[in-house]
Structures are given as structure tokens and as C-alpha cells.
């Protein structure tokens, strides 16, 4: 009896239900953070936020800049193609420990459908094509699904955007 006296105690104290609240690691980041850097937006609002960008390439009046956006304890790079002060594209390259699912629905809920969509094996392509800017999105799945990047473009740009150019230089740094 009394060692019933002295387990129920624990047994109570160590079963009770958890009210914990799990989010995934990407619940509170926003396609909007991203907005910054979409294209028409102007370098000096940029470097004002997000200080001086590395130049990565710089050619025909056009420069490639490379920022670092904070999230949680990781930073992760964006580029922007930049002519005359003005943001002509971007590529974002993804954090993996970003969720799929919740980074494709944040997409979904702001531009809707995606205009195309492509399955290699494991990855998947998405494109939604607006009026004047073509946002691009890579996913891909081993254990789990991830993002690989997100790239905004004009459709009407004076440069290859970023995109291109990568693909051309078959995923070498450019």
C-alpha cells in the first residue's frame, strides 16, 4: 500500500497531457520577406534594410548582388539582377529545413494555381505566370519534402535572368 501511495503521485504528475504547440520551422516565415527583393524594387531600399550586397558578377550595365536573409538561427542567400538602381529578377535559394507543403500553400495563396507544373523523378516544377512577372518554385522529396529555390523575372528583362544564366553555365556559380 504504501508503495501505491508513493508511484500514483508520479504516475499522475508524468501522464498528463501535453498542451504543447509544435509549429514547422518555416510556419512564421512569409513569401512577403521576399517581396523586398522582387523585381522593380529599388537597390537603395534594399541595402538600406538588408546593408551592402556582395557583387557576384557585373557586366553590360548589369550587376549580380548577393544579400543574406535571417530566418530563426539560419541565414540563407538571395540574388538579384540589378540595372540602373532597379531589381530586374531574383533567385532565393531555400533553406531545407523549410517545409514543402506549407511553402507551396503560401505560394498557392497568393498567386493561385500554378500556371505549369512538371514531375522529374522526386522534384517538382512550378510556374505561375502573371502579368509582367514569372515566379518559378523547385521542390524536391527524399524522407521528406523540401524547397530547393524560388525565383522571380520579368518577362520583359533587358538580361538573362539568374535562372538562365545558371542553366546555361549548367549550375556552376555564375
Not at 32 to 56: M, N, Q, R, W
Not at 108 to 120: E, F, H, P
Not at 124 to 149: M, N, Q, R, S, V
Request: charged share 20%; with cysteine.
Amino acid at each position: 500500500m504504501l508503495k501505491l501511495i508513493l508511484i500514483l503521485p508520479w504516475l499522475i504528475i508524468n501522464f498528463q497531457p501535453l498542451n504543447a504547440k509544435v509549429e514547422a520551422p518555416n510556419y512564421n516565415f512569409s513569401v512577403d520577406t521576399l517581396k523586398d527583393f522582387a523585381p522593380g524594387s529599388k537597390l537603395e531600399e534594399i541595402e538600406k534594410k538588408y546593408g551592402k550586397g556582395t557583387v557576384e558578377r557585373s557586366g553590360g550595365g548589369v550587376q549580380t548582388l548577393k544579400f543574406f536573409v535571417s530566418h530563426i538561427r539560419y541565414k540563407f542567400p538571395v540574388l538579384i539582377q540589378v540595372s540602373e538602381g532597379s531589381v530586374l529578377d531574383m533567385y532565393a535559394r531555400l533553406p531545407q529545413y523549410f517545409l514543402h507543403d506549407i511553402f507551396l500553400q503560401s505560394l498557392v495563396n497568393r498567386l493561385g494555381k500554378q500556371t505549369s507544373y512538371v514531375k522529374t523523378g522526386e522534384a517538382a516544377h512550378y510556374i505561375w505566370d502573371t502579368a509582367e512577372l514569372k515566379h518559378i518554385y523547385d521542390g524536391a522529396c527524399t524522407i521528406t519534402c523540401f524547397p530547393i529555390f524560388y525565383a522571380v523575372e520579368k518577362k520583359e528583362s533587358p538580361a538573362k535572368s539568374i535562372l538562365q544564366q545558371m542553366r546555361n553555365t549548367g549550375g556552376k556559380r555564375i
